[in-house]
């Protein structure tokens, strides 16, 4: 069983930027192959952000986020990091990381996540 705890998350002005962290315990990190979604206000589901395979090598995003995001992790110290750069008001939503033991090409998808953490909440004022 994987623990996931999320934080770094607040309130910033549009244009700037946040650090989000994603702390892991309980299993093997670096098996893992770790993805960032969000959900905004009034949004049923939570949309895909981010994702990094276990060995760093591949790294996905959304068209929304491309070239403003970057994801990374340090397996020394079993966390992922979500870079957020350039924010916009629609980028508001909680965040939360997912942790998954299978490659796949539907990483967009939650059902593929076996883990989840708690969630931190980003909100990016105009």
């Known amino acids: 069983q994987v623990q996931l705890v999320e934080s770094g998350g607040g309130l910033v002005q549009a244009g700037g930027s946040l650090r989000l962290s994603c702390a892991a315990s309980g299993g093997t990190f670096n098996k893992y192959h770790m993805g960032w979604f969000r959900q905004a206000p009034g949004e049923e589901r939570r949309e895909f952000v981010a994702?990094?395979?276990?060995?760093?090598?591949?790294?996905y995003y959304s068209d929304s986020v491309k070239d403003r995001f970057t994801v990374s992790r340090d397996n020394g110290l079993n966390t992922v990091y979500l870079q957020m750069n350039s924010l916009k008001p629609e980028d508001t939503a909680v965040y939360y990381c997912a942790a998954d033991q299978h490659a796949t090409t539907s990483y967009r998808l939650e059902r593929e996540y076996d883990y989840w953490g708690q969630g931190t909440q980003v909100t990016v004022s105009s």
């Open positions: 994702r990094i395979t276990w060995s760093e090598l591949t790294t």
